[in-house]
T-cell receptor
Framework: NAGVMQNPRHLVRRRGQEARLRCSPM?????VYWYRQLPEEGLKFMVY????????ESGMPKERFSAEFPKEGPSILRIQQVVRGDSAAYFC???????????FGPGTRLLVL | QKEVEQDPGPLSVPEGAIVSLNCTYS??????FMWYRQYSRKGPELLMY????GNKEDGRFTAQVDKSSKYISLFIRDSQPSDSATYLC???????????FGTGTRLTIIP
């Protein structure tokens, strides 16, 4: 059973470009979570999604960030008009149900030049 | 004040020593307490999970929770070089899916 998959593993963008991060949950998992890890800081919750629904987006910045988890395909975290402060590791986790163990992917490291 | 405080280290101990890692928290709504281990450039992996105050043991690892003082500990016995990683405490409110992570403690076991 493959674990949580994230791609790309590394992403370089120039200021003002868009970044798209993908997360494929573990097989049988319909709950996805996105966390961001800034240098020298702990992981910060961003958003929790269930298939086709955003359940909790209390950690999402108000502008430029959006997330989706369509009925088919991976979950996408989209960052528009990236700025240098967006440089971080973005981790996706999945669980089979609410309040179940969250399994993390290897992360996508975003560098904004 | 941060919801979860964790000494970032780094912490270096000789192989075979007992390691004590700690977190304090301020949110009384936290009911579930997780410890994750994160190797360099990898994603966090769940190490221990506890619900109530008290101890939980799993092999060389023991998780301890004291809700009255809002204090969480992870003990590693007979530490091995392969235990070298960053350890993250992650408490969780009941009915709330998001994990609130500490900054992590970077641990190095010296052979």
């Amino acid at each position: 059973n493959a674990g949580v998959m994230q791609n790309p593993r590394h992403l370089v963008r120039r200021r003002g470009q868009e970044a798209r991060l993908r997360c494929s949950p573990m097989k049988g998992h319909s709950h996805v979570y996105w966390y961001r890890q800034l240098p020298e800081e702990g992981l910060k919750f961003m958003v929790y999604l269930q298939k086709e629904n955003i359940i909790d987006e209390s950690g999402m910045p108000k502008e430029r960030f959006s997330a989706e988890f369509p009925k088919e395909g991976p979950s996408i975290l989209r960052i528009q008009q990236v700025v240098r402060g967006d440089s971080a590791a973005y981790f996706c986790a999945s669980s089979p149900d609410r309040q179940e163990t969250q399994y993390f992917g290897p992360g996508t490291r975003l560098l904004v030049l | 004040q941060k919801e979860v405080e964790q000494d970032p280290g780094p912490l270096s101990v000789p192989e075979g020593a007992i390691v004590s890692l700690n977190c304090t928290y301020s949110n009384s709504a936290f009911q579930y307490f997780m410890w994750y281990r994160q190797y360099s450039r990898k994603g966090p992996e769940l190490l221990m999970y506890t619900y109530s105050s008290g101890n939980k043991e799993d092999g060389r690892f023991t998780a301890q929770v004291d809700k009255s003082s809002k204090y969480i500990s992870l003990f590693i016995r007979d530490s091995q070089p392969s235990d070298s990683a960053t350890y993250l405490c992650a408490p969780q409110e009941g009915g709330n899916e998001k994990l609130t992570f500490g900054t992590g403690t970077r641990l190095t076991i010296i052979p």
